[in-house]
Structure formats: C-alpha cells, structure tokens
C-alpha cells in the first residue's frame, strides 16, 4: 500500500517525513513546488490533494508559517528567502497557470529560481529536466496561447496529462496506480478535477 504524500511545508507533516525517511530508506520520493498566483489557491488545494493521494509529496505555501507570517508583515526579503527554501527542498517544480497568473510578480521569480536550484544543478538529459519543471494549464486557459516564458517546461493540459506526469515522476505504471485507486481515470464520472481542469487534455 503507498503511503499519501506529506505538504513538506507544514511543519508537522515535515517531522513526519523526516522521521518516516530516517527509518524508512526506500522513502525517496518526488516532491512537487506548487507554483501559483494567490487567487489559484483553492485549485492548488485540489491538485495537492490529488498528488497526495497518489503518494506523491508537495509544497503548497498556505502552510509555510515562516512565508505566511512574511507576507502579512509585507517583508520581500522574508517571503523571497520562504520561497527559496521551498524550491531548494522540492525535486520538481509545477507552475500552475490560469489567466491571472499573467499579473503575477512571483511565479516569474519561481520559476527562475527553480531553474537555478532544481534543473541546472543535475545533469539530465532535455526530456528529464523539462518534467522536473512542468506547467500545469486550468481549464481557463487550457486552449489558450501561454506566453513564451510559460513554455519552457513539461506542459500539463489536464487530467489526462497529470496522471501521465503522476506515473513519471513517481517511477510507476498509469494503468497499476488507476487499479491502486492512486489516481482517476481522465474520464471518470465525477473527478475530483473536473470543475479546474480540462479532462481530456
């Protein structure tokens, strides 16, 4: 049975990681920065639910006290240092994409940042290093021209997409983790997805 997935920003859950890979080797599992424009929020709350039930671990930045704390107080230097610390400790980063995140000031800085610390610093082939940077497109922009700095990593359409890049980044077959109940046929009746993505995409 594998195990759900820890929010690595919630100190608890990362304790519990922690002492899960100390007594566990084998825990060696991807974990996935959460890129997004704060009205995104309630759509990234679905996507790291999904990942999580598919055993994958993530960053979603509602439970980084440090960051939370940083933004309230309105100090650039703290939230920039949050967020770099975030990216530092995920093996991959998603950006996830809807038509406000074009007014964003800090999904550009992730994504430059998550290049410096996550893709340069291995040495992968092209194919590799594009999924540990992917883009995931909500359904309101899922048809839509991305601008040229959107289109530099793994591009995720939907929900067939994501349980394609799930299987990937996990190192396991699409077609076990769906008779696992991990993750959802695209054209299930009633995905959890379905109202933030596009299902045959």
């Keep these: 049975m594998v195990q759900k997935g820890f929010n690595k920003a919630n100190v608890l859950e990362k304790l519990t990681w922690l002492v899960e890979s100390y007594e566990n080797k084998s825990l060696n599992r991807p974990c996935v920065f959460l890129s997004h424009k704060k009205e995104d929020k309630s759509a990234c709350k679905e996507i790291s639910k999904y990942m999580r039930d598919a055993g994958i671990d993530y960053y979603l930045d509602i439970e980084d006290r440090g960051l939370q704390y940083a933004s309230s107080i309105n100090d650039p230097i703290k939230i920039t240092e949050s967020i770099k610390k ?6 991959h980063m998603m950006v996830v994409v809807s038509e406000k995140t074009a007014n964003s000031q800090w ?13 340069d610093q291995d040495k992968l082939t092209i194919e590799d290093n594009q999924i540990k940077l992917s883009v995931l497109i909500l359904k309101d922009l899922a048809e839509k021209e991305l601008p040229d700095y959107l289109k530099v990593g793994h591009l995720i359409k939907g929900t067939k997409s994501l349980n394609s890049y799930i299987s990937k980044i996990s190192n396991r077959v699409e077609k076990s983790m769906m008779k696992e109940s991990l993750i959802l046929p695209h054209h299930n009746f009633k995905h959890p997805l379905d109202d933030i993505l596009n299902w045959k995409m």
């Design 86 to 91: 975030g990216i530092r400790e995920s093996t």
């Design 107 to 119: 999904v550009p800085f992730e994504i430059g940042y998550g290049h410096a610390s996550i893709l």
